[in-house]
């Protein structure tokens, strides 16, 4: 009885020092395809939707990100992620339109198009994505053209990224 004890006392405080130690991930997926035929970027986004709540709720904004046709929360994300998210040519900000977004349990994908970009550009990428939400942020950029794969690290430290398309 007493070693049954023991070995329970034992798992409990294993438990507790284990779970003391865990902290939550902080990371967003952006997949920027080149479609060459097309002269555009396509990028999708991934990002939990309870960091973009709570980013909104630090700026006492209440938005609906579940609702599929809200018009103020498309609005919202979409002047948030001009905001943080942004690619330059040839140090010219360019413009980008948010397409759309869907919900796929806990994770918002955004869908982002930007025109007239072709394989002899080169582009500057920055992605300052909850940066302010989270020091411990991560952005994940994985770039995909006809020519190169390659993928990127980003977080409070290195904001910007060239990308040569070639």
Do not use: P
Request: aromatic share 12%; with cysteine.
């Amino acid at each position: 009885m007493k070693s049954q004890i023991k070995k329970s006392l034992l798992l409990v405080l294993f438990s507790i020092f284990i779970f003391s130690f865990t902290h939550k991930f902080y990371v967003s997926v952006f997949v920027i395809e080149h479609n060459e035929t097309n002269k555009t970027l396509e990028i999708t986004t991934q990002v939990f939707i309870d960091d973009m709540e709570m980013l909104f709720r630090n700026k006492n904004i209440e938005i609906d990100i579940y609702s599929k046709s809200d018009i103020i929360s498309d609005s919202l994300i979409e002047d948030y992620f001009k905001s943080v998210f942004k690619i330059k040519k040839n140090a010219e900000i360019l413009e980008y339109e948010l397409l759309g977004k869907e919900l796929f349990d806990d994770i918002l994908n955004c869908y982002i198009e930007v025109k007239d970009i072709y394989l002899e550009d080169s582009l500057i990428i920055q992605n300052k994505l909850l940066i302010d939400l989270y020091d411990s942020q991560k952005n994940i950029i994985h770039f995909r053209s006809q020519n190169k794969n390659k993928s990127f690290l980003m977080n409070y430290k290195k904001t910007e990224i060239q990308l040569n398309l070639k």
